[in-house]
């Protein structure tokens, strides 16, 4: 598919970003956090088989943090208590360990920022141009400092991030919940709008909520996956849209 042949995204009542992976290539920060921290919990622990990129891929990638550690440990047939979001970094349940790996990646972002995909940046002064709404829709709890240091955070009115979706008790992705409270919180409706996502639990999310168009950018995930998983169109970089 060629650029001609793609939709124009201005034509849509409203177009919604995953954050990680899609303006922003925190998911690599993310997917090195993660990995170094559960390599190092794998071997203290003595877990079989060993952690992999596919790991992230199946069980992180898109969802809650806490969520994630609870399907990855799952996955290898590891059961440890929840726990509380205020458990320190140290303590051996669900909460801890994600807080093990969230003081790895702020880290890394505050030591060494984050800037937009260029494609990404075009695409929303595109829209902003044509004066088409755009909201973020992501799972991360550190969503809107990510947006703040890639210099994103004015350019967005609306953030449906991990720290709204706890506080409004809202369910994972892939679950719709984010993605149809997202549309409810930028006011537009599903039906006539865009969400953009690089994540197999992201584009399943935007599908179940009903978005008249899903798409998929291949970051790593597979386009044939992200297709098999309901995305309309997928591109390997939203220049492709501009």
Known sequence: MTSADLPDLTTYDGVLFDLDGVLT????????????????????WGITPAYTADDYFRHLDGKKRYDGVASLLRSRDVEVPWG??????SADTICGIGNRKNAVFERVLRSEGIAPYPGSLALVDKLQAAGTPIAVVSSSKNAREVLAVAGLLERFPVVMDGVVAEERHL?????????????????VDPARSVAIEDAHSGVESAVAAGYALVVGVDRGAGADALRALGAH??????DAFV
Not at 25 to 44: G, I, N, R
Not at 84 to 89: A, K
């Open 25 to 44: 290539p925190t998911a690599d920060v993310h997917m090195h956090a993660w990995q170094t921290m559960f390599t190092e919990l794998f071997s203290a």
């Open 171 to 187: 369910p994972s992705k892939p679950a719709p919940d984010v993605f149809a409270e997202g549309a409810r919180m930028l006011g």
């Open 233 to 238: 169109v997928v591109v390997d970089d939203l």
């Open 84 to 89: 509380d979001p205020s458990d320190d970094p």
